[in-house]
């Protein structure tokens, strides 16, 4: 149990800490006129006495987020550049694999950062009440604990890469959360068979951190493919879909609260369809990521209803000497 955990969260930044710096580009910062921009003013304000000028004058957050003066620069020949794009009739273009977003404080994508803070709060304070309604002698209940940690920290880390794109914090990002869909599966694969037969989840636990390990190491060492990292998720994401389908429609007439697990899959797999959509952000701030996560605040709800019924259940059937679903 603890070293699935343990190396869910340090594998990522320990490989990190490894690797180079990859560059991706996209139209926009493509554009001559937006290089153009960029280098005349870096050159003029980001020397010197402008540049102290720059630094003395900037806010506290923002220094402290990481924004520099080159940074400021790219921001500002950005909507230069979408202005152009604008007044000649052409689709907005993207920048650096993104879209221009209208920056609030330090914060580079408001909303998809406050969705992210969101999950993460839902999600802390539905591990609280599980934890304070479930007591410690549920056979689930380390495996959901752990569960909590790893998925408040893809949040703390989505949260961050929405506030502030960097390296380490775009891949923070990427990584945290290819680790709570493979131990969706752990979890998946403990309460469906590990309960009987405790020597499989640790063969499914051991395999999972040797995929998560090869899949973090060719995504740093490798190339950081956007569509390999999608494509990789989404296959996982289907086993763990099926899997839990399988188990709800097993139990569908034994335990009256299945359906609460099987909406709650078929909702996060559905609305991780919403990524497809790809639209320039509305009023520059609200675009299909940040729709997505929005969304899936209010499904920590009921997901941790469910792992609370289950848990419990769980537990009076051990006490009783019921056989284990």
Known sequence: MFPVRTSLFLLPLLLLLLSAVNVHSSQGDKEPVYRDCVKQCVRTNCTGARLRGFESRQPPYMALTGWRCGDDCRYQCMWTTVGLYQAEGYRIPQFHGKWPFARFLCFEEPVSALA??????ACLLMMLRYRGTVPRQSPMYPTITAFSLVSLN???????????????????DYFCASAVILYSIYLCCVRTLGLKRPVVSSLVGALLILVFTAHVSYLTFV?????????????????????????????????????????????????ALLELLDFPPLLWALDAHAVWHLSTVPVHFLFYSFLIDDSLHLLNTEKIGVKLE
Request: hydrophobic fraction near 50%.
């Open 116 to 121: 992210s803070l969101l999950n993460g709060v």
């Open 154 to 172: 893809a949040w703390f880390w989505s949260t961050v890469f929405h506030t502030r794109d960097t390296y380490l914090t775009e891949k923070m």
């Open 223 to 271: 190339s950081f493919d956007y569509g390999y990292n999608m494509a990789a998720n989404a296959t996982i994401g289907i086993v763990n879909l099926l899997w839990w389908l399988c188990w709800c429609w097993q139990n569908r007439r034994t335990l009256p609260y299945w359906w609460k697990c099987g909406v709650v899959v078929l909702l996060l797999h559905g609305l």
